[in-house]
């Protein structure tokens, strides 16, 4: 588990943090996984990359209308409706910066939250509502 301790005893030379077992991450740097019922939680670049991995086999991936965002899914999950496809769950979104796959900063996991919820449109299915993603 990770520790960070701080000692504060108004000693210069010791006071501080004492690290133990740490990681440290950015804060502010990662992927966004967002699902169709709204809620959201965003992950490092290491955690990304072990969803990517899991991903690889049945994943499937799409840019998120004209933006540089993609949602990449489970896509057993994707739901044929006529007319069209739409997903229920969760995605994992990042960035495409011209060269590959990049992480989020600052103002984009905002940003991408908007264009995903963008996307969102209600289904019925025997009398329930679901909120789903529209797949191009």
Do not use: W
Not at 87 to 93: A, T, W
Not at 99 to 111: A, C, I, Q
């Amino acid at each position: 588990m990770e520790t960070l301790d701080i000692k504060i005893a108004l000693d210069p030379l010791n006071d501080g943090a004492v690290l133990r077992e740490f990681k440290i991450k950015r804060k502010d740097e990662g992927a966004l996984i967002i699902a169709t019922n709204g809620e959201s939680r965003i992950v490092d670049a290491q955690e990304a990359q072990g969803i990517l991995d899991k991903l690889n086999e049945v994943g499937h991936g799409e840019y998120m209308g004209k933006s540089d965002y993609i949602a990449m899914m489970n896509a057993n999950k994707i739901i044929n409706l006529s007319g069209g496809k739409c997903f229920i769950g969760s995605v994992i979104i990042m960035k495409f910066d011209g060269h590959g796959l990049s992480m989020l900063v600052g103002d984009k996991f905002e940003k991408a939250a908007t264009e995903f919820k963008s996307r969102l449109i209600t289904i019925v299915c025997e009398g329930q509502e679901f909120s789903a993603y529209e797949l191009i």
